[in-house]
């Protein structure tokens, strides 16, 4: 009499616990031999690195966090074991004006496409501007001198509009619906 198993990390049977993958018989108190093909799946670990402006949102459990730390979760992994997943997150936040004194604006915001910046004037020479996604990936990088912008080729979500004049940076959010 033959029992397949596969367990994660450990496995009893017959009063003996297991923790490697093998071939094991044992007999019952009716003197009956029986063997357990027993397979041992390991749970598992791994993190990852990541930095944000003012928050993140973990696809892994949909979690929004806005200070910087070490987040774990805990999910299945392909065998159904339990694999746990480290986020070393940092809030990067140097350099950035309050954005409650900003002299610019965005609108419309939510936008469909088109938006224009409102105040760029009042803030001297642009040196860079760029959008980045909420993982702080550059989807695209815009012309210094326009104000009015597209992101008719951008899915929706939500952005940041970045704006750097000499040693300022400014860091706008737009949606993009």
Not at 53 to 77: E, K
Not at 97 to 126: H, M, Q, R
């Amino acid at each position: 009499n033959t029992t397949t198993v596969s367990a994660c990390n450990n496995y009893t049977w017959n009063g003996q616990t297991y923790t490697q993958s093998g071939v094991y018989t044992g007999t019952t108190a009716n003197c009956v031999t029986e063997s357990l093909n027993l397979t041992i799946n390991p749970n598992t670990s791994s993190s990852i690195s990541q930095t944000a402006l003012d928050s993140y949102t973990w696809p892994v459990n949909s979690q929004t966090y806005t200070t910087t730390g070490a987040y774990t979760a805990v999910i299945p992994n392909a065998s159904g074991c339990d694999s746990t997943i480290t986020l070393n997150l940092t809030m990067s936040f140097t350099g950035i004006n309050d954005l409650s004194t900003s002299k610019l604006s965005i609108y419309p915001n939510p936008t469909n496409g088109d938006f224009t910046i409102a105040g760029l004037e009042l803030v001297g020479t642009v040196s860079s501007l760029s959008l980045t996604d909420m993982n702080g990936k550059v989807v695209k990088v815009l012309d210094t001198k326009a104000t009015k912008f597209s992101m008719a080729s951008i899915k929706p979500g939500v952005y940041f509009l970045n704006i750097i004049t000499g040693n300022k940076q400014e860091v706008l959010k737009i949606v993009k619906e």
